[in-house]
């Protein structure tokens, strides 16, 4: 897939119908229908996938990260809707203005360092999460994380070999 | 309903395929609000293995998540059950997606399509993909059509389980597997109770417009879909029949679905009941008077009766008084309580064979008599997907052979069906 290089003003909406999404309980999870990947986001990439979908741009965006130094808070806005971008996930909004009042709430100031820097996590096996029991064979976050295999410490397997946590910096 | 063999007025019978202690704990731990779910919660948790569970109450597991977290649990097994909310709202997206191109092929055949169960509840009366788990999508199709959509399905790489010819002709459904194991059941009738000319005509005729992604089909109405979760619902199945209580409550807008009544405490006030004839603001208008028609005349009173006793008396559904009066009063047969009794028992169960007589002969009542006793042969080779007759005595022992490891399996788990 070919894309451009996000700007700071640029804005962006979900590449339906193509792709869905749904925020449960702070944090948005994705599916690409037509691959059936699959995306958990952390609550930062999330709050950031929610007001994308807002149209607001990445500089509006980068605001809302309060806890970042601003260029750094911009930085890693931009890096995750380039992620996006590539991932197919998102497009370039086609005209239309930002909205007044978006529907979702920008976190208070002081409640942004607690949300960490935006991340995702592609599950790319269709079939491994299919069969990736829910109880038994899951980590205590729950699916589609699955339980650390022996001797792998507390570090979580990966849920994709080819490409581990893409948009963790 | 008069005559010789009527056994008269016998109210309130026990749900004879009624979930164990244990589901039913589960079923008001996901169902009530406040306080009473939070009880039954803590007392399934304390009496449950989760390790252990059977695949009935699994399938409640993104229901319980959804009620746990509205009253703000902070129970560590919250986590798991988002992740099974979590997983449900995957796997149905994907086959509410394939659905959708399946529905458009066969609504650009010419075929009219109408969609029940999971398909149809989750988007009118659910609202939520992640909140009930389905293992299939269900399609009815007009009778006289049922071949000319199974040959679209096969067109769009959709593969019958069985010999669809020999279904066709003794069933009222088929299951097609497509390549990547997504599994839709196409239906030319909606009841296996009632497979004759003109039953499905009125489910068609207050069928509702639906939206499938977008795609339009049509939904069984409100009523039919009451009717047929409760017939559904207490038969007996290899995954044990819970979840047919969420399902009639979320289009009755009972328990936790009933947005008009947030103070609604089901389980503590039991006499709390909708005014015969009318429904609450807010919750699916249902006509009783045609589940009653459909009840009697489709002989399937006893199923409804008990279900509905048992929907208002657990869980304090808004199933009005007169219609429960109604129904205790109406007679039934002795062979529809025989039916009833058969199909609510472990199966495979030797009166099957006479549940399927019943059905074949309902089904060609206007065949003289000598015709339907020779073609029932071939009816069961039809049924059963036999190429030949002489197959037949060693399919019966296999089932017999199954019915007798059902049991000892069964036994072996004081009850439980895992």
């Known amino acids: ?169 | 309903m008069a005559g010789s063999g009527r056994d008269v007025h016998r109210p309130r019978e026990r749900l004879r395929c009624r979930p164990t202690p244990d589901q039913e704990l589960l079923l008001q731990a996901c169902l009530l609000k406040g306080d009473d779910a939070v009880r039954a919660f803590d007392l399934w948790r304390a009496r449950t293995d989760i390790d252990r569970l059977d695949h009935g109450s699994y399938r409640l597991l993104p229901l319980l998540y959804a009620n746990l977290h509205d009253l703000g649990s902070t129970d560590p097994l919250t986590e798991k059950l988002k992740g099974v909310y979590r997983r449900t709202w995957y796997t149905n997206q994907l086959l509410f997606h394939r659905a959708a191109a399946l529905v458009q092929a066969l609504e650009e055949a010419g075929l009219e399509t109408l969609l029940f169960k999971g398909g149809a509840l989750i988007p009118l009366h659910y609202k939520d993909l992640g909140l009930r788990p389905m293992g299939d999508f269900d399609v009815l199709v007009p009778t006289e059509r049922a071949t000319e959509a199974a040959r679209v399905l096969q067109r769009n790489g959709w593969r019958p389980r069985l010999l669809f010819e020999t279904q066709r002709l003794s069933r009222d459904c088929a299951g097609f597997v497509s390549g990547d194991g997504q599994e839709v059941d196409l239906h030319w009738h909606l009841l296996e109770e009632c497979c004759y000319e003109g039953a499905d005509q009125p489910f068609w005729h207050n069928a509702v417009p639906l939206s499938l992604n977008g795609i339009p089909t049509r939904a069984l109405g409100a009523a039919d879909h009451l009717f047929y979760v409760c017939v559904h619902g207490s038969r007996w199945k290899d995954v044990p029949p819970v979840r047919w209580v969420p399902d009639a409550l979320a289009i009755l807008g009972g328990c936790r679905f009933d947005a008009a009544d947030p103070g609604h405490r089901a389980a503590a006030e039991p006499g709390h009941r909708a005014a015969a004839g009318r429904d609450a603001p807010g919750r699916n208008a249902i006509d009783w008077n045609h589940i009653l028609d459909l009840a009697v005349s489709r002989r399937l009173v006893l199923p409804v009766r008990e279900t509905f006793n048992y929907l208002r008396d657990i869980f304090g559904a808004p199933i009005p008084s007169a219609v429960l009066e109604t129904l205790g009063r109406e007679s039934v047969t002795r062979s529809d309580r025989a039916v009833h009794a058969i199909l609510s028992r472990p199966q495979p169960h030797p009166g099957y064979f006479i549940v399927t007589w019943l059905f074949y002969a309902r089904a060609r009542r206007g065949m003289g008599a000598p015709r339907r006793v020779l073609g029932f042969p071939r009816h069961l080779r039809n049924l059963w997907s036999l190429e030949h007759y002489w197959q037949m005595p060693g399919y019966v022992i296999g089932k017999l052979a199954e019915r007798a490891r059902n049991l000892r399996a069964l036994t072996a788990s004081g009850g439980r069906r895992d």
């Open chain 1, 1 to 169: 897939m070919t894309y451009s290089e996000p700007t700071g003003t640029g804005r962006y909406e979900v590449n339906s119908p193509a792709v869905i999404s749904q925020t449960i309980d702070g944090e948005a999870v994705i599916i690409d229908l037509g691959s059936g990947y699959y995306y958990g986001l952390n609550p930062s990439a999330s709050l950031v996938w929610n007001l994308l979908g807002e149209g607001l741009s990445a500089l509006a965006i980068a605001e809302a990260l309060a806890g970042l130094p601003p260029a750094e808070a911009e930085a890693v806005v931009l890096g995750l809707v380039a992620e996006l971008l590539k991932e197919g996930l998102i497009r370039p909004r086609a005209g239309g203005e930002a909205p007044a009042a978006p529907s979702v709430a920008f976190p208070r100031p002081g409640d942004a360092p607690a949300l960490g820097k935006p991340a995702f996590t592609k599950y790319s096996d269709m079939q491994d999460l299919l069969l990736l029991d829910p109880i038994h064979e899951v980590a205590d976050s729950g699916w589609p994380q699955k339980k650390p295999e022996p001797g792998a410490g507390n570090r979580p397997r990966s849920p994709d070999a080819n490409r581990a946590e893409p948009a963790k910096r």
